[in-house]
């Protein structure tokens, strides 16, 4: 079974800085999928990035990039010129490739680090 | 162009009493999966339906609990005979397919009080 560690609970970052989420994960397949989701306080689960582990690029959107180590596992969230928007639970999610069979549209999450932005 | 919507919000339930969460999918939607959010964890993943089908409730607890996805309506969580243990927040996802460019979009949740 796959797992995802998010080790740092809460993080804080000075507006317009750049801060760094941490995320691990623990699967033996080859192809899989990473993603970041934003959790703000209204609840609403929303996607940031996704990643494909075949793909050697980092992926970005627009202030939000990623740091992919498939060798280390490892599958950091970078958010640079942070906004008060940005405050949230933020959650790194793995999910199986479609081919590797049964269970493979399951999200696995991390138990997130909750981000506060300071003015 | 409306997101999936869940309702009710919020619901307290005594404990011994039902429960039913609803889940409404985005227009086009046919693949509904239902995540379980227990206080300072992530999401857990609970089942997956397709209209009038469960694919996988690998996730969804031996006992009590229950889901559908009829052919006309929500999808509905139903959880009966309800334990301090099952208050959670339980989020609802829906996507076009499987394939990981459909990803699945989420809901506001459900969050539910067991008194």
């Known amino acids: 079974a796959q797992t995802v560690t998010q080790s740092q609970p809460e993080m804080s970052v000075q507006e317009a800085e750049t801060v760094t989420l941490s995320c691990t994960y623990d699967t033996s397949e080859s192809d899989y999928y990473l993603f970041w989701y934003k959790q703000p306080p209204s609840r609403q689960m929303i996607l940031v990035i996704r990643q494909e582990a075949y793909k050697q690029q980092n992926a970005t959107e627009n202030r939000f990039s990623v740091n992919f180590q498939k060798a280390a596992k490892s599958f950091s969230l970078k958010i640079s010129d942070s906004q008060l928007g940005d405050a949230a639970m933020y959650f790194c999610?793995?999910?199986?490739?479609?081919?590797?069979?049964?269970?493979?549209?399951?999200?696995?999450f991390g138990k997130g680090t909750k981000l506060s932005v300071i003015p | 162009n409306a997101g999936v919507m869940q309702n009710p919000r919020h619901l307290v339930r005594r404990r011994g009493q039902e429960a039913r969460l609803r889940c409404s999918p985005m227009k086009g939607h046919s693949h509904v999966y239902w995540y379980r959010q227990l206080p300072e964890e992530g999401l857990k993943f609970m089942v997956y339906?397709?209209?009038?089908?469960?694919?996988?409730e690998s996730g969804m607890p031996k006992e009590r609990f229950s889901a559908e996805f009829p052919k006309e309506g929500p999808s509905i969580l139903r959880i009966q005979q309800v334990v301090r243990g099952d208050s959670a927040a339980y989020f609802c996802?829906?996507?076009?397919?499987?394939?990981?460019?459909?990803?699945?979009?989420f809901g506001d949740g459900t969050r539910l009080s067991i008194l």
């Open positions: 339906l397709q209209k009038e089908n469960i694919i996988d």
């Open positions: 999610a793995y999910r199986n490739h479609p081919d590797s069979g049964a269970g493979s549209y399951q999200l696995t």
């Open positions: 996802a829906s996507s076009s397919g499987t394939d990981v460019y459909q990803p699945q979009h």
